[in-house]
C-alpha cells in the first residue's frame, strides 16, 4: 500500500513540475514576438485491479501543446501581406506626390515663363534684349525638364535599389526556414517542437512583409513548403531556392524577379507577388514609367511646335528660322525609341509624325522569319507592310516605325524588341540656337482653318518662297477630296498650279506655276483633310521689319488642344500627370488604413488566442506550488507509512 501511496506521489511531483516548467516559460516568453502560449495536457494513470474494486494509480502529462488556430494564423499572415503592400505603395506615392508639386512644377513653371517673354518680345520684335531672355528661358525649361526626368529616374533606381535589399531578407528567410524544418525532421515527434513551430511562424510573417506567402504540410513530415505569389516554391522541405533581381529582356533597366533554383532561372510574375516587392514592381512599372512617359510627351510636344513654328518663320536676319529645340527626329533619337534584345543585328528607326496622336505606354515588335508584328498596350496587332523602298514600315498612333534591317531569324524563332517613343524625350530635349538674331518672329505664312472642316490637316510653308507669291488666297478641297483649288482673294481668280492632286494619306505639295515648266513651291497642305475642307492663307513677303506673327503664334500654343487627341496642351498633360499621382496617393492612404484595421483585428483574434495572460499564469503558478507541495507530502505520508510497517514486523 504505502509503495503505491509513493508512486502516485511521484507521479503528482513529476506532473506539478512540468505544470510550473510550462507556466514558467509562458511567463518568461510574454513578449516574445510569434510566441504561443502553452498548455499542458494532463491525464489520469490507468486504474489497477485490486480486490473488488479499480484503484487509481496517479497522472502523466500526456501532451504539451500551442493555443494555435491555423485558420487565424493564415488570416493574420494575409492581411500582413496586405498593410505592408500597401503602406509601401503609399510610402511611394507620397514621394512621387512631392515630386509632382514640387520639383516637376518647375518644368511648367519655366514652360509659362517661356510663353510670357515670348509675349513680350511680340510687342518689340527686334529687341536683342528681350530676345535674349527668350532664349534664356527656353533653355531653362529644357534644362528643367532634364533635371524632372533625372529625378524620376533616380527614384526608379532607388526603387530596384530596395528590391535588391528585400531580396536579401526573403533568401535569408528561406533559408531559415529551411534549417527550420531541417530541426523539425530530426525531432522523433511533433512533442516538444512547439517552439519550433512558433519559430517558424514568425517567419513566415515576416516573409508575408514581402510577398504574398502560401503554406502547405507535406504529408507524413513535420516540414512545411512554403509557396510565394501566385505558385512559386521558395522553401521545399528542406532546401530553399533563391530570389534574384535580373535585367530585363530588352529593356535592361526593367529589372525583374527571378526564381533561381541550381541552374534553372524562372521570372516571377509582378502582378502576382503582393507584399512591399510587389508594391514597389507595381509602382515602379505603372507609376514611374508613365510619369516619365508623360514628361516625355510634354517635352516632344513643347519642342516639335516651337521647332515647327520657328522654322515657318523668317529671323531677324531674313533667314529662314532654325529649330528653337534639338529635333525631336534626331538619328539618334529615332534609335534610342527601339530598345533591342542583346546582340540582335536589327536596325529600327521610330519617327514622330503627329504630336496629337501619341500614346502613353510601350509598344513590342514581335519579328518572325518573314513577317513583323507591332502590339500596343491594349493588345491591339498592326502588321508591318513592305513600303515604296522595300522596308518594313507601320503607322500607328502618330508613330512611324521603319525597320531598316531586320533580324536574322531561322524558321521558328521570334524576336522582340520593345517600342518606348516617349521615355526620353525629357532627358533628351535641349536648345539648339543660341543667337537671339536667330529667332523666327516673322511669319510669312499663316493659315486659318475653317470651322466647319472635319479633317486635321494643316499647312505649312514651302522652304524659301518668293515674295512674288505674297498675297491673300483660300485653298479649297473639291467633294471627292482629291483635288485642290486655290483662288487668289483680291483678284478673285484660280491660281494655276504644277499640281492639283490630293492625297488623303500622303498630302500635298502646293506650287504656282510661273511658266510653261516652271513653278514655285508655296505651301504643303498634310495628311488628314476631307472633303470641302477649306483655310484661309495669308501669304507676306519673305523679310518684313517688325514682323511678330510668328511670335503670336508661340504664345498661343500656351492653351492650344494639340494633345492627347486634341484634349489636352502641354501643360494639360502636367496637371493630368499631377492629378493622377494624387488621387493614387489618396486613394493609397484609404486603403492602407482600411488594410490597417483588418490588420489590427487578425492581430487582436491571435493575441486572444495565443498570447500569454500574466494573471492567469501567476494564479497557475501559485495553484500547481500548492499541487507540488501537496504531492511532496503524499511522499512523506507514504514513506512514513512504510516505516511503520517495517517496524511492525
Known amino acids: 500500500m504505502a509503495l503505491d501511496l509513493m508512486q502516485i ?15 514558467s516559460h509562458n511567463i518568461t516568453n510574454v513578449n516574445t514576438p510569434g510566441y504561443s502560449r502553452q498548455v499542458v495536457e494532463q491525464k489520469a494513470d490507468d486504474a489497477q485491479w485490486n480486490g473488488n474494486s479499480y484503484y487509481g494509480t496517479g497522472a502523466y502529462i500526456d501532451n504539451v501543446s500551442r493555443a494555435y488556430d491555423q485558420f487565424a494564423a493564415r488570416e493574420l499572415t494575409l492581411s500582413t501581406t496586405q498593410l505592408e503592400e500597401a503602406n509601401v505603395k503609399q510610402q511611394h506615392l507620397a514621394m512621387l506626390d512631392d515630386f509632382t508639386s514640387k520639383s516637376a512644377v518647375n518644368s511648367v513653371n519655366s514652360m509659362n515663363d517661356f510663353y510670357h517673354s515670348v509675349r513680350s518680345l511680340a510687342d518689340n520684335p527686334s529687341d536683342l534684349g528681350s530676345r535674349q531672355t527668350v532664349l534664356e528661358h527656353a533653355n531653362q525649361a529644357a534644362v528643367n525638364l532634364n533635371n524632372a526626368h533625372e529625378t524620376l529616374t533616380n527614384i526608379r533606381t532607388d526603387v530596384n535599389q530596395q528590391l535588391s535589399v528585400s531580396l536579401d531578407r526573403v533568401n535569408a528567410l528561406g533559408q531559415e526556414l529551411a534549417a527550420v524544418n531541417t530541426s523539425l525532421q530530426q525531432q522523433p515527434s511533433s512533442d516538444g517542437n512547439n517552439d519550433l513551430f512558433d519559430q517558424q511562424r514568425t517567419l513566415i510573417n515576416e516573409l508575408a512583409q514581402y510577398t504574398q506567402v502560401t503554406v502547405l504540410a507535406d504529408k507524413g513530415s513535420l516540414a512545411n513548403t512554403v509557396i510565394i505569389g501566385s505558385g512559386d516554391t521558395l522553401v521545399s522541405g528542406v532546401s530553399a531556392s533563391q530570389l534574384k533581381l535580373v535585367d530585363g529582356d530588352p529593356d535592361i533597366a526593367n529589372k ?18 503582393g507584399g512591399s516587392l510587389g508594391a514597389m514592381l507595381t509602382v515602379r512599372d505603372d507609376v514611374i514609367d508613365e510619369s516619365l512617359d508623360k514628361l516625355g510627351q510634354m517635352a516632344i510636344g513643347f519642342a516639335s511646335q516651337m521647332n515647327d513654328l520657328q522654322q515657318q518663320g523668317v529671323d531677324l536676319n531674313g533667314q529662314q528660322g532654325q529649330a528653337l529645340f534639338n529635333d525631336i527626329n534626331s538619328p539618334n533619337a529615332m534609335q534610342q525609341r527601339a530598345l533591342k534584345p542583346f546582340g540582335s ?3 529600327i528607326s521610330v519617327k514622330i509624325d503627329d504630336i496629337n496622336q501619341l500614346k502613353i505606354g510601350d509598344y513590342q515588335l514581335v519579328s518572325d522569319a518573314t513577317s513583323h508584328t507591332l502590339i500596343d498596350q491594349q493588345g491591339n496587332k498592326t502588321a508591318l507592310t513592305v513600303n515604296a523602298k522595300g522596308k518594313f514600315e507601320a503607322k500607328v498612333d502618330g508613330l512611324d516605325i521603319t525597320i531598316n534591317k531586320p533580324p536574322t531569324l531561322m524558321v521558328g524563332e521570334t524576336e522582340t524588341t520593345i517600342i518606348q517613343p516617349l521615355r526620353r524625350g525629357a532627358a533628351d530635349i535641349s536648345l539648339a540656337i543660341t543667337d537671339p538674331r536667330g529667332l523666327a518672329g516673322h511669319r510669312q505664312l499663316t493659315a486659318i482653318a475653317a470651322e466647319s472642316n472635319l479633317g486635321s490637316a494643316t499647312i505649312t510653308k514651302a522652304t524659301a518662297v518668293s515674295d512674288n507669291a505674297a498675297g491673300r488666297y483660300q485653298l479649297q478641297l473639291n467633294a471627292a477630296g482629291d483635288q485642290v483649288t486655290v483662288t487668289d482673294l483680291k483678284t478673285n ?21 510661273t511658266g510653261t515648266t516652271s513653278s514655285i513651291p508655296v505651301m504643303t497642305l498634310s495628311a488628314g483633310a476631307k472633303a470641302n475642307d477649306s483655310f484661309e492663307i495669308e501669304l507676306g513677303v519673305k523679310n518684313a521689319q517688325g514682323g511678330n506673327g510668328n511670335f503670336l503664334a508661340m504664345q498661343q500654343v500656351q492653351h492650344q488642344k494639340t494633345m492627347a487627341n486634341g484634349k489636352s496642351s502641354v501643360i494639360d498633360l502636367f496637371e493630368g500627370l499631377a492629378t493622377d499621382v494624387g488621387m493614387l496617393k489618396k486613394n493609397a492612404d484609404k486603403l492602407s488604413e482600411v488594410n490597417q484595421l483588418d490588420f489590427d483585428s487578425a492581430s487582436e483574434r491571435v493575441s486572444n488566442l495565443s498570447g500569454v495572460n500574466l494573471d492567469e499564469e501567476a494564479a497557475n503558478l501559485m495553484k500547481f506550488q500548492q499541487s507540488y507541495m501537496a504531492s511532496s507530502r503524499i511522499m512523506s505520508v507514504a514513506k512514513e507509512t512504510f516505516d511503520t510497517l517495517m517496524r511492525a514486523v
Open 9 to 23: 506521489g511521484v507521479s503528482g511531483l513529476r506532473t506539478s513540475q512540468k505544470q510550473l516548467d510550462v507556466a
Open 256 to 273: 525583374q524577379i527571378a526564381l533561381i533554383n541550381g541552374n534553372n532561372s524562372k521570372p516571377i510574375k509582378s502582378d502576382t507577388i
Open 345 to 347: 543585328a536589327s536596325d
Open 493 to 513: 481668280t484660280n491660281v494655276e498650279l504644277a499640281d492639283n492632286q490630293y492625297s488623303a494619306e500622303k498630302g500635298a505639295t502646293i506650287a504656282f506655276k
